[in-house]
Structures are given as C-alpha cells and as structure tokens.
C-alpha cells in the first residue's frame, strides 16, 4: 500500500468533522462488513454500506456528535491498523467520555471493505500482525 492510500485515513477525522457520518462513508466500498469487538454490548456484524451507516447513526443517538482523532496509522500484514480517540458528551445525560480505540482495516480498490473494531488498540496490532489480507 503507497502513502496515497493511506492519506484516506488520515483525513477520516476531519470528514467526519466536516460532513458526519456520510463523510466517513465515502472512504467505505459498497460491500462493506464492520464487526463490533465482542467485549462491546450487543456486538454485531453489520454487511453493507447501508447497514454499517446505520449501525454508527446508532452510536451518534446514544454518544452524539462527538470527535475522532488519529493517534497512530500502522500498516500490519493484516490491514491498516487504525488507533483512534473518541470523544464527547453525551446528549441526553451530559456525560463526557473518552475512549482509544483500534480499527483493523482491509481494502478493496481504495476503500474499506472490512472495518474489525477493537476495545483495546494493542490487541488490534496484535491480531492484525498475525494476519495476511
């Protein structure tokens, strides 16, 4: 992968800033799966862009809005690992939270096609050291 395809990731932020959900989707391929790490309550696995987009709409009802930010871009045997803070407050109650993340993501003809997200972000360097794409 040349630093070209990894420029999409770096400005995954401030499309998300800038158009919401829908920005962040532009960097998604139609065909899509996004698994939830299973320590998440509830965890799925959402096919398709669509389905995937409503999964995160689901997200913003409960945490808002809030604000993503790179902390480290690693590329692994087994995608691009992506480490990420995100941040808010929620609208309901007004609870701040912050929580880093990981996302290991393979690519298909320049766009995610499989996001697995990780609670832990060193078990997401872990697993994606180990795996060939």
Do not use: C
């Amino acid at each position: 992968m040349d630093r070209a395809d990894l420029r999409v990731y770096e400005r995954g932020p401030e499309a998300y800033a800038a158009r919401g959900l829908e920005g962040l989707a532009e960097a998604w391929h139609e065909d899509i799966v996004y698994e939830e790490d299973p320590l998440w309550p509830g965890a799925g696995i959402y096919r398709g862009r669509d389905a995937v987009l409503a999964r995160f709409r689901e997200y913003e009802e409960q945490l808002g809005h809030g604000e993503a930010i790179n902390d480290e871009i690693v590329e692994r045997p087994g995608g691009v690992v992506l480490v990420f803070r995100h941040s808010g407050v929620t609208p309901g109650s007004g609870v701040p939270f912050e929580h880093r993340w990981a996302w290991v993501v393979q690519q298909r003809d320049g766009k995610a096609v499989h996001i697995r997200a990780y609670f832990d972000p060193d078990e997401a360097l872990k697993a994606a050291a180990g795996r060939a794409t």
